[in-house]
């Protein structure tokens, strides 16, 4: 084999890896839109260092639009995280008190997280620790709605997973 065709058969690898790179991220964006945005933000980084004089690209600002949209992303899952606990502890914590909105609320929540959860799966990983930072601030909700003392509610989160996520709430 001459350095003619050695270059080509070089040149035909490089064009089926790219085609198979393209198939994988095309996978990874209808699979874990969240895993995707951070790959991308990745790749999109090491070729602007590659690439530093692409004039044509904006590559700073599309990297950081990326990394806002992800951002968000986590943003919206520790909001409704939030909500849905300050809804289940008033559920636990105010029995007599329950009422038909609570459980819309908590069933909503649940379905959304759920689906947020189905669309990026990288994001499970990190439901607890969401969980965690945001307790104290569902306890502080539960506890100004149900005029119930901030003591009553465990310090640290007790809910499971499951409590959260999949636990149906009937109204008894």
Known sequence: MDRDEALMDDENRVIENTENLKVLAKKLYETDYSLWLSSTVFSL??????????????????????EGISKSLEKELRFRLKVLMHHIL???????????????????????INDILEENP???????????????????????ETQLSIEVFPKSIELSEYEILEKEYPID
């Not at 439901?127 to 502080?140: D, I």
């Open 45 to 66: 980084k090491k070729l602007h260092e590659a690439l530093k004089n692409i004039e044509n690209l904006d590559i700073i600002h599309i990297i950081e639009e990326l």
């Open 90 to 112: 008033k559920y636990n914590y105010q029995q007599k008190s329950i009422c038909i909105s609570w459980i819309g609320t908590i069933l909503e929540q649940q379905q959304e």
């Open 122 to 144: 990288s994001l499970k990983n990190k439901v607890r620790a969401f969980c965690e930072k945001k307790y104290p601030e569902a306890v502080k909700l539960a506890a100004n």
